[in-house]
């Protein structure tokens, strides 16, 4: 077994230091100084109801040159396809909807949730890291980020310093992370509740400011503290604090709102130039500010383990959340295991949440449909199943999540009562991995 | 019809945190330090976290919620649909 070759430091770092990270480095126990290790695996995310499905590839890569100093890099490429809830509400006519190029239009039949089937998107990421120690108990770490989409490109960087206290039982962290994000929609970003335009008649697809607000930009910055402490021979407990200010353009350039009759719950109809029934472009605050306070406990059994972890989130947005997350790993031999995963999440809506813009009321600052900024409930269950050989590890995870919040909520006047405002959303995740070692 | 009342939610949320601060403050006051050779079962791969795993979760979660990070930085970088 590969533990036994390694020096007694090599256990301590394991032990004190691996749950760290930007995210978690790969763990430094399955490590020896000169390998890559190689971490691959292919995704599948599908949505019920055609919505959005999502092939990825994603390789990890790490190489650890010593105990402490390690280079990392990351590699996704995503594929979505299909159709995402636009933030109209159904209706019991015939609703037709721009593209956000002003070149095409879509439908949504007489009771049906209106889905924007017009997107199609291939999605980049690369990330890396490199690792150095500073004397004999402390570590930097410096990273950065980008990813990138038709339509979106994130840049960020990220350093992260932790000290090693108390014989290493105690390992404490801060580190800072700055992204700048660029928005190109097409047909340029929306101006925030304006209404939908009707589809032009340009045979020129060259994304021009269609809907007059160009490109966008976004920053956002996130610090972070924490603390990994040691519980005795079998227990691990991590506890960290993340503040994150995002400021700029934070809205969804693709979502609308629809303006309803305030008592039969009716679209109203649009304006000269517009679509047959009135939607407005959703806008949201420019700056958030987003507070999260998570800790994570790990028990290790004589042959299982055992993790539990619960984080908090608040923001300015009047979103708090909660999510509490468990894995027990079942080391079933030497060769396998099999890993059950539960995962609940609740969440309280934006301030400036609505499922319609009732017409004669005042328009707000601020308002968004997105079924993201509603109230609801989420749970995942699933298991992983793993098999170490020769040539590597395999594994499989399969997940089951569903998200279910008030199909009509308050706001389901007239018509609107009969329909489901904010339909559950379900998900199957499958994922085939393989990890090895060069 | 909800899954199941957000108050449970937060209740267990709640005092999952309040038991694992409570366990930490503990530790942290009577110093108990675990041993260098004390360390075997610390070091067992299925006692270290999934990056990839981890990742690629943060990334599905923060397009489809309104909530991310808590493992370090939080994700980002997407125009999610």
Sequence with gaps: ?438 | MRIRPAATIIRLAKLASLASLTALAAATGACTNVQPWERDLHARVDMQPNAHDAAIDDHIYFSKEASSGGRGFAGGGCGCN
């Design chain 1, 1 to 438: 077994m590969q533990l036994k070759k390694k020096p007694i430091g090599g256990k301590l770092a394991a032990a004190t230091c691996s749950l760290l990270g930007a995210l978690p480095s790969t763990p430094v126990v399955a490590q020896e100084a000169g390998d890559w290790d190689i971490d691959t695996s292919l995704l599948y995310y599908g949505e019920s109801d055609g919505r959005v499905t999502d092939v990825s590839l994603d390789a990890s890569v790490r190489r650890a040159f010593d105990e402490d100093r390690a280079l990392n890099f990351s590699l996704t490429v995503d594929s979505l396809t299909g159709a995402t809830p636009n933030g109209a509400v159904p209706a019991n006519t015939l609703q037709t909807f721009t593209g956000a190029s002003g070149n095409n239009s879509y439908t949504a039949q007489p009771g049906e949730l209106p889905l924007d089937p017009t997107f199609l998107d291939t999605r980049v990421a690369l990330s890396g890291g490199w690792q150095q120690p500073i004397g004999e108990n402390s570590r930097w770490n410096v990273g950065f980020s980008t990813s990138h989409e038709y339509d979106y490109l994130h840049l960020g960087v990220n350093t992260r310093y932790e000290h090693d206290f108390n014989l290493k039982n105690t390992t404490a962290y801060v580190g800072l992370a700055f992204a700048q994000d660029d928005i190109e929609p097409v047909g340029g970003a929306p101006i925030g509740l304006t209404p939908m335009l009707a589809e032009r008649d340009d045979d020129d697809d060259d994304g021009d400011d269609f809907r007059g607000g160009g490109d966008q930009s976004k920053d956002v910055i996130d610090a972070l503290i924490g603390v990994t402490q040691l519980l005795g021979r079998r227990d691990l407990i991590e506890v960290s604090y993340t503040y994150g200010q995002s400021d700029g353009y934070l809205t969804d350039p693709y979502k609308i709102l629809s303006v309803v009759d305030p008592v039969t719950g009716v679209p109203v109809a649009g304006p000269v130039g517009g679509t047959p029934y009135l939607y407005l472009w959703e806008h949201r605050p420019d700056s958030r500010t987003k507070q999260t306070g998570f800790v994570e406990w790990r028990h290790a059994f004589d042959r299982d383990s055992l993790a539990l972890s619960a984080r908090y989130m608040t923001d300015d947005w009047g979103v708090d959340s909660q999510t509490v997350e468990t894995r027990y790993r079942w080391n079933i031999n030497e060769r396998s295991y099999l890993e059950p995963h539960l995962r609940w999440y609740t969440q309280s809506a934006a301030d400036f949440y609505r499922t319609v813009l009732f017409d004669g009321d005042q328009l707000p600052e601020y308002a968004s449909a997105d079924q993201r900024l509603a109230d609801f409930d989420a749970y995942t269950v699933g298991a992983k199943y793993g098999r170490r050989t020769d040539y590597g590890e395999f594994s499989l995870r399969v997940e089951y999540y569903r998200q279910e919040g008030d199909p009509s909520p308050g706001s389901a006047v007239g018509d609107l009562a009969g329909f489901e405002l904010l339909p559950p959303l379900t998900a199957y995740i499958v994922q085939f991995g393989y990890k090895f070692r060069l």
